[in-house]
């Protein structure tokens, strides 16, 4: 069983930074692509940052300069660093990650349970 645990939401105001972090456990092979996501209110789930088991990263256009997605393989953790936060950042943030299983043994992907992001004006 694999299991991924986002922390590090909150409310914070307009310009402010968080830190989200994303801990992967469980009967671990070996881990892909991570990656970010949000879903605000009323709107689709979209792609925030990824990056691969190389550390190639890609960010949307709207959060490029501000957040940085980053990894510490020997935690098995990938972070989100959100600076010069704006109300529209505002969403449930996501984690994401490829993961090959011990037992059995494939690769699909996992999803977190969700961070709630708050940015107020």
């Known amino acids: 069983q694999v299991r991924l645990v986002e922390s590090g939401g909150g409310l914070v105001q307009a310009g402010e930074s968080l830190r989200l972090s994303c801990a992967v456990s469980g009967s671990i092979s070996r881990i892909n692509d991570r990656g970010w996501y949000r879903q605000g209110p009323g709107k689709q789930r979209e792609l925030v940052a990824t990056?691969?088991?190389?550390?190639?990263?890609n960010y949307a256009d709207s959060v490029k300069g501000r957040f940085t997605i980053s990894t510490d393989n020997a935690k098995n953790t990938v972070y989100l660093q959100m600076n010069s936060l704006k109300p529209e950042d505002t969403a449930i943030y996501y984690c994401?990650?490829?993961?090959?299983?011990?037992?059995?043994?494939?690769?699909?992907?996992?999803w977190g349970q969700g961070t709630q992001v708050t940015v107020s004006s």
């Open positions: 994401n990650a490829v993961v090959r299983s011990v037992l059995p043994s494939r690769s699909r992907d996992y």
């Open positions: 990056i691969t088991s190389g550390g190639s990263t």
